[in-house]
């Protein structure tokens, strides 16, 4: 029998559609076997993740979840705090992508319950290598719990 296997599903809760671009180009070329989901801030994530609404109603469960900080609406720290708060998705593991390297950001968002923090770097060709990474560490060498 063959074995077929599954893209890593992440959703990336990004503002800023040149940075949505950057991640979506880092995993093509890293290849990385992902299906990739963008919103937009954290009021979209919820309802992705809550399969709310026409436009989100078939969503997946991603195996992870990229964030951005500062969105409009509901921000990454209000989205962060609230995810961590919901029983049926408190384990899906939240990294913080943003552009902040302020240490209060990195320790509020630890303290909120993130995966990790990584601060987008500006040369692409860096962006591109710290996705390879983050894909080889949640997707090669990390163990994630198996989809229901």
């Known amino acids: 029998m063959k074995t077929t ?3 890593f599903i992440i959703l990336l809760a990004e503002d800023e559609p040149a940075d949505a671009n950057l991640v979506k180009l880092a995993i093509s070329e890293n290849r990385i076997l ?11 994530a ?3 993740l ?5 436009r989100f109603a078939d969503a997946p469960r991603p195996n992870l979840i990229l964030l951005d900080l500062n969105m409009p609406r509901m921000d990454g720290r209000e989205f962060l705090a609230a995810i961590k708060q919901d029983t049926a998705l408190k384990d899906i593991p939240v990294v913080v992508l943003t552009t902040s390297d302020v240490e209060r950001d990195i320790v509020a968002s630890y303290h909120l319950g993130a995966s990790g923090y990584v601060t987008k770097p500006v ?5 591109i290598d710290a996705v390879r990474q983050l894909g080889d560490y949640w997707f090669s060498l990390v163990r994630l ?3 229901s």
């Open 5 to 7: 296997i599954q893209p």
């Open 34 to 44: 992902a299906d990739l989901h963008t919103v937009v801030d954290g009021r979209e």
């Open 46 to 48: 919820f309802e992705f």
């Open 50 to 54: 809550r399969r709310q609404g026409p």
């Open 123 to 127: 040369d692409i060709n860096q962006f």
């Open 145 to 147: 719990p198996q989809q």
